[in-house]
């Protein structure tokens, strides 16, 4: 956690700004956020060099030009999901919103056992949270911000839309009760694990994976359905509900929580070859796979 009084002064910052924008219309906070955090990306740097590096991972083929473009898009795109996420009436934001695959979601909730989400960071994923939220029991695991005062804002926004928050630290306990509840359990599967996680591959290259999706699922029975959201050029958000992934028939060991892990990652990331400006590259995805759990 940083210092106390650094933190204050940030979220001081961050309050000053917020209710100055609160005046706007949306549409004029999307764009300042955008052209904002297009600004700390382009030009200060904020996190470009991590973004460029895992670009050029992936897609060694393309120049820096076109790495540029695409580098642009997704600050523009993660300014647009901050501006909506803190300003917006997502009530609004429903009427904007449209489902393929939904089917897929209805039919694992008539299980009853439960079910878990697994998504990423692409377009607006807090709405489709939310918009979820509207229809079905949904709770979110997620990772506290460094900055304690605009984690406990930020927290209080989403628990105030309904949004059940699940502390990741914290989470297995309340994860299991939930799902008993038949709670839909969001859980974000493109996140570095380094030293707790089990070697995949993701986006050809290895990586580090949280085991807990794949474990609580064989053990539990409980079926997966993966879930993108993706920002349309007209505005619209799409989000997208891949058919079922039963855990039935694999073991609780390492070497089948891999494989079936294997299989959801295959599934979210095939979203991101197909809308690569809308993942988050600033996340350091491939560091430390050296450290991941080892397999048979």
């Not at 029991?137 to 839309?161: A, C, G, P, Q, W």
């Not at 059940?164 to 994860?175: D, F, G, H, N, Y």
């Not at 294997?262 to 430390?288: A, D, M, N, T």
Request: glycine share 6%; aromatic share 10%.
């Amino acid at each position: 956690m940083r210092k106390p009084l650094q933190s204050r002064i940030e979220f001081i910052s961050f309050l000053v700004l917020y209710y100055g924008l609160k005046l706007l219309p949306l549409c004029i906070i999307k764009f300042l956020a955008a052209e904002l955090m297009i600004f700390g990306g382009m030009v200060l740097g904020i996190r470009r060099k991590i973004a460029v590096n895992n670009l050029k991972r992936v897609y060694p083929e393309k120049s820096q030009k076109e790495i540029n473009i695409m580098l642009k898009k997704m600050y523009r795109d993660l300014g647009k999901t901050g501006a909506e996420m803190y300003f917006a009436n997502f009530n609004k934001l429903y009427k904007k919103v449209e489902l393929e695959g939904w089917e897929h979601l209805e039919e694992a909730i008539q299980m009853g056992k439960g079910v878990i989400l697994a998504s990423c960071h692409t377009g607006n994923w807090e709405l489709a949270g939310r918009y979820i939220n509207s229809r079905h029991k949904l709770s979110v695991i997620y990772k506290k911000l460094r900055n304690r005062y605009l984690n406990d804002f930020t927290y209080s926004l989403r628990e105030n839309d309904g949004l059940v928050m699940i502390e990741k630290k914290k989470a297995l306990r309340t994860v299991l009760k939930l799902l008993k509840e038949n709670y839909i359990v969001t859980i974000m599967v493109d996140q570095n694990a380094r030293k707790d996680g089990v070697l995949i591959d993701f986006l050809g290259h290895p990586a580090s994976t949280f085991v807990g999706t794949a474990k609580i699922a064989i053990k539990n029975g409980i079926p997966i359905v993966p879930a993108i959201a993706i920002r349309q050029p007209n505005g619209v958000h799409k989000f997208f509900f891949e058919p079922i992934i039963s855990p039935e028939g694999y073991k609780n060991n390492l070497d089948d929580i891999r494989k079936l892990s294997q299989i959801i990652s295959k599934q979210i990331e095939k979203y991101i070859l197909k809308y690569p400006s809308q993942w988050f590259w600033v996340h350091r995805r491939w560091r430390g796979s050296k450290k991941a759990r080892k397999t048979n």
